[in-house]
């Protein structure tokens, strides 16, 4: 039987465009959304991420917590 566990993770990045180029590399569905956008919609969308995560890259800031959901089967 699987079984699902979620594990608490922090991601820490230097600053926003280090958090839009890991996410692209690491989450292909999203880079695929975004590789469908125009050019002008995908700034759009790069400078709102960037506006929403700034908080958590600036100095001092502990990172961006998140849950990962790890599945396993024996």
Not at 8 to 28: G, I, M, Q, R
Not at 41 to 65: C, K, L, M, N
Request: net charge negative; glycine share 6%.
């Amino acid at each position: 039987d699987p079984r699902i566990e979620q594990v608490t993770v922090e991601w820490e990045y230097t600053d926003p465009d280090e958090h839009w180029e890991k996410t692209l590399k690491l989450a292909a569905p999203i880079a695929e959304a975004v590789g469908a956008l125009s050019p002008e919609e995908r700034e759009r969308v790069r400078t709102t991420v960037a506006e929403r995560i700034g908080a958590a890259t600036s100095e001092g800031a502990s990172g961006i917590d998140g849950v990962a959901h790890v599945v396993s089967a024996e």
